[in-house]
């Protein structure tokens, strides 16, 4: 088994600047979808390319399996978040007690690479499996997740694992995100006479404190595997200089969504509270911006589902911790959840390694998640 090589492999990914060009010093997927692409093809891997934005396309490698009518998808994604703030060299990949460090590592290269090895040693082995298995390597998952949108168009499939930092656990469940914003209207004037006014900042600072209990109740109905849902009034904007009053004020909420949550009902509450307030406050006037600056739902697989099953046996099998359980950040699993395929996230690293100063993924892990993935593309049927 070429487990060496799965290192040296995540090592060259690393180096591989593919910064979400979202970001200021952004670049693009196009280095690691040609790296891949050489990948396979000296693997005699069929390869192909689905175009998200100009330059930037999802890569699709493919085995054959005995039943083409079935398909299992490995997913991971090929961009990475910013390199600013980092305290070590971002794309000079080092190995050092345990740890391979650089931007990517752990979120989300590792899992790519070792689902890049995985599919070839079935191919080195002449391994013909149960389904059709097809690696996704996506663009765009930092950022507005339109690589995984474009894979999903038209696809039919049984099972799908994600590469995210599990800490090699096995996630049936993520917390969904609504991301909005509401803007308080007011009426500018002078601050010599503000009563002229009305002052958008104090009437946003009502609904603020109406918002607050709202979010400190959700504690009351946790999730087994996921906790309870949160709100966040993480932005606020308003006025133009200290001697206006202000005629508008803007806040965004983060609001994290449970499994069942439904998008319409959410929004409708806090328009409840807005109306409440103009009620009871002369000149009140807010607005709801839509459509919200992000929606996606909660993910949620069944444990007794055959994708579940299967995957907990085989971690089992390797002497690693099959039971299942949930995480509080969303990934392209949800996504392809909702085009109707089962879906996992697993993964090795920890996501508290993620986006940080000095990113890194433990070598074992990276090991172990290549088994996994291997065996699971052997077992599923």
Known sequence: MPTPDVLATLADLVRLNSINTAYEDGTSEAGVAAY???????????????????????????????????RVILEAHMDTVSAKGMTI???????????????????????????????????????????????????????????????????????????????LRLVVATKGVLRWRIVVHGRAAHSSKPHLGINAIDHMARLILAIEPEHAALAARPHPFLGPATGNVGVIRGGVQVNFVPDSCVIEIDRRLLPGEKVDAILARYQQ?????????????????????????????????????????????????GD???????????????????????GPGSIDRAHAAVEYVETDQVLQAFEFYREFVRRFE
Request: net charge negative; with cysteine.
């Open 36 to 70: 891949l692409r050489e990948f396979f093809r000296t693997r005699g891997i069929e390869t192909w390319e689905q175009e998200v934005f100009p330059g930037r396309s999802n890569l699709i490698a493919r085995i054959p399996g005995r039943d083409p009518r079935r």
């Open 273 to 321: 509270l807005i109306d409440g307030l103009a009620a009871r406050h002369p000149g009140f006037a807010a607005t709801m911006e839509v459509p919200p600056l992000l929606v996606d739902e909660a993910l949620e697989t069944a444990i007794d589902s055959p994708v579940t099953q299967t995957a907990a046996a085989v971690l089992r099998g390797l002497g690693l911790n």
């Open 89 to 167: 060299p971002p794309f000079e990949p080092t190995i050092s007690g345990g740890r391979l460090h650089g931007r990517g590592s752990c979120d989300t290269k590792a899992g790519l690479a070792g689902m890049a090895h995985a599919v070839a040693s079935l191919a080195a082995d002449r391994f013909t499996p149960p389904c059709d298995v097809w690696l996704a390597a996506v663009v765009d998952e930092e950022f507005s997740y339109r690589g995984v949108v474009k894979l999903c168009e038209g696809l039919t499939a049984h099972a799908a694992i994600v590469a995210e930092p599990t800490e």
């Open 324 to 346: 299942p359980c949930g995480v509080p950040y969303g990934s392209d699993a949800s996504k392809l959840s909702r085009q109707g395929v089962p879906s996992l996230v697993f």
